[in-house]
């Protein structure tokens, strides 16, 4: 059974920087979609930023556009999200999600399309 996991999240101050990464475990040669979402207590998981593994496009949430960079190294089923200019905003738990798919060029920024979902890292921003 793959897992997914999470690591990077931490405190931080308002303008800082900070990178997540996250793996799939199993075999690498398993193509999985991937995307990270957030979410803080009492709400839903809100939709941060996924990228085609086909052409490497990216899809962002409107709040994070222009401040967060997804990217991914396919033959490891790694994703990485870069996260600039952090605001007390972007306080949250992280996860990321993959989708097992042969379609390279499937996308998804709805969360019940994910199926395997990490334990989430927890990122705080203090002013």
């Known amino acids: 059974q793959a897992q997914v996991v999470e690591s990077g999240g931490r405190l931080v101050q308002t303008g800082d920087s900070l990178r997540l990464s996250c793996t799939v475990s199993?075999?690498?040669?398993?193509?999985?979609?991937m995307g990270w979402f957030r979410q803080v207590p009492g709400q839903e998981h809100e939709f941060v930023a996924t990228i085609r593994r086909s052409d490497e496009t990216t899809y962002y949430g409107d709040s994070v556009k222009g401040r967060f960079t997804i990217s991914r190294e396919n033959t490891k089923n790694t994703a990485y999200l870069q996260m600039n200019n952090l605001r007390p905003e972007d306080t949250a738990v992280y996860f990321c999600?993959?989708?097992?798919?042969?379609?390279?060029?499937?996308?998804?920024?709805?969360?019940?399309?994910?199926?395997?979902w990490g334990q989430g890292t927890h990122v705080t921003v203090y002013s």
């Open positions: 199993g075999r690498t040669d398993t193509p999985y979609h």
């Open positions: 999600a993959a989708t097992l798919t042969y379609n390279l060029n499937w996308l998804s920024l709805k969360r019940d399309d994910y199926v395997l």
